[in-house]
């Protein structure tokens, strides 16, 4: 057990660029979690996937975010046209669960995106 | 919806002195709650959690938090504090459900002096 990693852990960009993150949780967790975190803020839910299905997305989430899962293992979040608002700690989270029962959220070290 | 207040953004206090982080939630079915830190430079890690059962819950490194609902506070509290824990501590609150995610607080910076 590894836990969860991210990559790039810093990232600096000109507006209106494209962007993409990417999350490998821990191996054997089936859900994964994007969250985003502001200056001073708590962390935000921005999307979830079960195995490799988004099942749920924020109203945070525009149109210029992606996300996606394509095995059921690691993930990518896609930012495009980045604007200074994006400017944020990205972060991911994993859980194993099953059975209705909540289970732990294991987060990684996050990306921090910084649009100039 | 769900929501977490935590009403102090800041926690000044001396080492071995007691502490206290209040949370407060808002929900209109039954919760889970958790408190994560946030060591400087460091990702999110569970401190504590509660699920059921016991509304008194502990973590290993002698923190604790109290689910009260009737009040629905979920306090975290130290009786003698180290200048090691001085982080950001993050209040959460989900519901069962199909998606789990977590409602946080917008966290308390916890400060221990010498």
């Known amino acids: 057990d590894t836990g969860v990693s991210q990559d790039p852990r810093h990232k600096i960009t000109k507006r209106g660029q494209n962007v993409t993150f990417r999350c490998d949780p821990i191996s054997e967790h089936n859900r994964l979690y994007w969250y985003r975190q502001t200056l001073g803020q708590g962390p935000e839910f921005l999307t979830y996937f079960q195995n490799e299905a988004q099942l749920e997305k924020s109203r945070l989430l525009s149109d210029r975010f992606s996300a996606e899962r394509p095995k059921g293992s690691f993930s990518t979040l896609e930012i495009q046209r980045t604007e200074q608002g994006d400017s944020a700690m990205y972060l991911c989270?994993?859980?194993?669960?099953?059975?209705?029962?909540?289970?732990?959220?294991?987060f990684g070290p996050g990306t921090r995106l910084t649009v100039l | 919806a769900q929501s977490v207040t935590q009403l102090d953004s800041q926690v000044p206090v001396f080492e071995e002195a007691p502490v206290e982080l209040r949370c407060n939630y808002s929900s209109s079915v039954s919760v889970y709650l958790f408190w994560y830190v946030q060591y400087p430079n460091q990702g999110l890690q569970l401190l504590l959690k509660?699920?059921?059962?016991?509304?008194l819950v502990e973590s290993i490194n002698g923190f604790e938090a109290e689910f009260n609902k009737s009040q629905t506070s979920f306090h975290l509290r130290k009786p003698s504090v180290h200048i090691s824990d001085t982080a950001e501590y993050f209040c959460?609150?989900?519901?069962?459900?199909?998606?789990?995610?977590?409602?946080f607080g917008t966290g308390t910076r916890l400060q221990v002096f010498p």
């Open positions: 959460a609150v989900t519901t069962k459900g199909n998606t789990d995610k977590l409602i």
């Open positions: 509660y699920l059921s059962g016991s509304t």
């Open positions: 989270a994993s859980s194993l669960s099953g059975d209705g029962r909540s289970d732990t959220q294991y």
